[in-house]
């Protein structure tokens, strides 16, 4: 038993080490886009229907790190702002499935085809989810617009409590829009997705750990049948981009094909039984269908196509993921491991805080 316990630690600290360099180069990007990028910039550019606004939704949810529950409240505010049905959903599907945090993760934990694949795979699901949305006729009548807090949205896990992010204040210098967008990147953004990062890699390392070598090669033989059931699992669960990375790379260490890999790496963040919910009840439930379907159609399609790839260009993606994990531990990467454990533990810590204040503070009134 010991050994047993031994064996899951060390490869949970591996992938760790692996990983955490990337992790905080991911949020520093994501501290500087929230610094600099103004939301106002966003909203201005995905109203109306047609290709244009489905097009730069998808281009502009690409890079944003926010996971599946953190992108509801902005999909919806954009599209209460005047965003069209498409672009919405757009949104809604290229912002979850990838950002820079993430793809710095994929870098580190995968390889490079997949880096590049990836993000690619985001825009490209994105765009069709959002031009077949568009394709729908227009309700007779707009829906009614309640403002939900993200709690009634089908039971929202963020930590912070969805409270709004720090904002820096109009014509703030740059030290102040620095600190804002650190704030919010190593504050609320790592308590929403913090926790679920260190569960994925938890589950990572027990992969490594217990399955044996192959073992999903030879359980799945047709690549069909591997890509169904990421498929399947992916849909209702929740799991942020950040998050399914290292989940996704043990399976792939341990026989899963690089195009079953992929369609996690899309159903998992993009789609999740709260998601749906709220955009059956936003935008309807002939748009929420369009949604889940065109998750589903783009994501086996683009499976199929990157299994054709790996097999054009003679690479196994599963030979990459071992020889990035013979790699040792270095003094860095375990300086990194540490900081972005405690980063993680002081985040949930205030967020937890602000909402036992914020509850008192409720009830006293």
């Not at 990983?19 to 610094?35: E, I, S």
């Not at 945090?101 to 580190?108: H, L, N, P």
């Not at 309700?139 to 912070?160: I, V």
């Not at 849909?235 to 260490?253: D, M, N």
């Amino acid at each position: 038993m010991t050994d047993i316990a031994l064996l899951f630690i060390e490869q949970t600290w591996a992938l760790l080490n692996e990983a955490a360099p990337w992790v905080l180069l991911g949020f520093g990007v994501a501290a500087l886009l929230k610094a600099f990028v103004p939301d106002a910039f966003i909203a201005r550019h995905l109203g109306g229907r047609g290709a244009g606004p489905v097009l730069r939704a998808s281009l502009i949810g690409v890079p944003l790190p926010l996971c599946s529950c953190g992108v509801v409240p902005a999909a919806l505010g954009l599209h209460r702002q005047g965003a069209g049905r498409g672009a919405t959903t757009a949104f809604l599907v290229s912002t979850p499935e990838t950002g820079v945090d993430s793809v710095a993760v994929t870098w580190a934990l995968l390889d490079p085809v997949m880096t590049v694949v990836r993000p690619v795979a985001a825009f490209v699901t994105a765009t069709l989810a959002g031009l077949a949305v568009d394709a729908l006729p227009e309700p007779k009548a707009a829906p009614a617009r309640r403002e939900l807090p993200l709690a009634a949205q089908g039971g929202c896990t963020c930590k912070s409590g969805c409270r709004p992010a720090p904002q820096a204040p109009p014509r703030a210098g740059m030290g102040q829009r620095l600190r804002a967008g650190f704030a919010h990147a190593f504050g609320d953004m790592l308590a929403d997705i913090g926790l679920w990062l260190v569960a994925g890699i938890a589950v990572a390392g027990a992969i490594a750990a217990f399955v044996p070598q192959d073992a999903l090669a030879s359980a799945f033989g047709h690549e069909g049948w591997a890509m169904l059931l990421m498929l399947v699992a992916g849909i209702p669960l929740y799991v942020c981009a950040t998050a399914s990375t290292p989940i996704a790379a043990s399976l792939a260490l341990k026989g899963l094909s690089p195009g079953a890999a992929l369609v996690f790496l899309l159903a998992g963040p993009a789609t999740n039984a709260a998601t749906i919910a709220v955009v059956a009840r936003e935008m309807g439930r002939a748009v929420a269908a369009v949604y889940v379907g065109a998750i589903a159609t783009a994501a086996l399609l683009l499976g199929w196509l990157v299994n054709r790839l790996y097999d054009l260009l003679g690479l196994d993606i599963g030979a990459w993921i071992a020889r990035a994990e013979a790699d040792q531990a270095t003094w860095f990467s375990t300086l990194c491991s540490a900081l972005l454990l405690a980063l993680v533990a002081r985040a949930v810590w205030n967020a937890r805080r602000h909402h036992a204040c914020g509850h008192a503070h409720s009830h006293s009134h």
